[in-house]
């Protein structure tokens, strides 16, 4: 009994920690008088047009939302859409994963969908959205495959790293196997979460309005790419640096935002990690990190702390 209780700390305890400590990492490595140089240096209009596309993005997504709920019988109102998303990100910087939650109990209250419902959406959303993730890595992987095999050829044995490729994903193919033929709980349990996954991914085709959930969700994620592109550019050091490590930056950023809560300290060094693989000076990928993530974080405390202030005016009649 005494496992949960421990894994629930751990659950809390473990991003916030990585978190700080990374923190820590990079103003260790970049010191905040050179951050805050850079900071004083930049060009503000690429900040504020990449805070820009952030917002769109963000919109986009409460919107999206409206489309997957009014096949379930509901129809929300688009400004309850909107603050639950900012307060759903708002949150996740104190739990992890603890907005998604919120965000469910945000309609449960205010517009009576069921929470079950309102969640499975979400997670419907985020397969929708790990789909196209997927999708640019693939390209990324396409336009810069001399060059990650050029990297992987100096720093690792091809040969090696092939074979192990190739063991891990014999050990996936026997890992999928045994849990197909297996009645175990744990098993059951794992077959019914990939089921609902793949359910939950075609169900987005079988929506009336699929095609502008799709338009949506290319829109969002492109809305992602441009804010992180044109952010680069209020740094002078990195307005020559390819698109292929911008696409490799953003990749690293996107899955840092996993390991820490919204980011924190994970973000600066995930672009300075991706960077560093083009020769990217330390200095400048440190500060764009942080410039990059201090702007967007920005946007969400103001927007999400709005907007739990607001919901109960705005709802005052329920």
Same mark, same amino acid.
């Given at each position: 009994?005494? *496992? ?31 951050? /805050? ?21 963000? /919109? ?13 019988? =509901? ?11 900012? +307060?759903?990100? /708002?949150?996740? =910087? ?13 309609? @449960? ?12 959406? *979400?997670? +419907? ?9 997927? $999708? ?12 990650? =095999? &050029? ?31 297996? #009645? ?9 979460? *990939? ?26 994620? @492109? ?22 490590? !911008? ?14 809560? &919204?980011? !924190? $300290? ?22 764009? $990190? ?5 702007? #967007? ?22």
């Amino acid at each position: 009994m005494a *496992i949960k209780p421990l894994y629930k700390v751990l659950k809390i305890a473990l991003p916030i920690l990585l978190g700080v400590f990374l923190i820590w990492y990079s103003l260790h490595e970049v010191s905040i008088s050179t951050i /805050l140089e850079y900071w004083k240096k930049a060009d503000k209009n690429w900040i504020l047009l990449g805070v820009f596309f952030g917002l769109l993005s963000h /919109l986009s997504r409460a919107y999206r939302w409206l489309f997957m709920l009014e096949p379930l019988g =509901y129809k929300i109102k688009l400004g309850n859409s909107i603050m639950a998303v900012f +307060a759903t990100y /708002l949150i996740n =910087y104190t739990i992890p994963r603890a907005g998604e939650v919120a965000r469910a109990s945000i309609l @449960t209250n205010y517009e009576g969908v069921s929470f079950e419902k309102g969640f499975g959406t *979400i997670v +419907a959303e985020r397969i929708a959205d790990l789909i196209v993730m997927l $999708g640019i890595i693939t390209v990324t992987l396409f336009l810069q495959f001399d060059f990650i =095999y &050029g990297f992987l050829s100096e720093k690792f044995n091809l040969t090696k790293l092939i074979i192990g490729v190739i063991g891990l994903l014999v050990l996936v193919l026997i890992f999928i196997l045994v849990i197909k033929r297996s #009645q175990s709980k744990l098993a059951l349990k794992i077959k019914n979460f *990939i089921n609902g996954l793949i359910e939950g991914a075609l169900s987005i085709f079988k929506m009336k309005k699929k095609w502008a959930f799709i338009f949506h969700t290319l829109f969002i994620w @492109t809305m992602y790419i441009l804010m992180f592109y044109v952010t680069s550019f209020a740094i002078s050091d990195l307005n020559n640096i390819p698109f292929g490590a !911008i696409l490799i930056g953003f990749i690293s950023a996107s899955f840092s935002i996993a390991a820490t809560n &919204g980011g !924190i $300290g994970s973000y600066p060094a995930a672009i300075f990690a991706a960077f560093s693989i083009f020769a990217i000076a330390k200095e400048p990928s440190f500060a764009f $990190g942080w410039i990059m993530w201090a702007s #967007q974080t920005f946007l969400v405390i103001i927007l999400g702390g709005i907007s739990l202030l607001y919901l109960p005016f705005f709802n005052r009649n329920k």
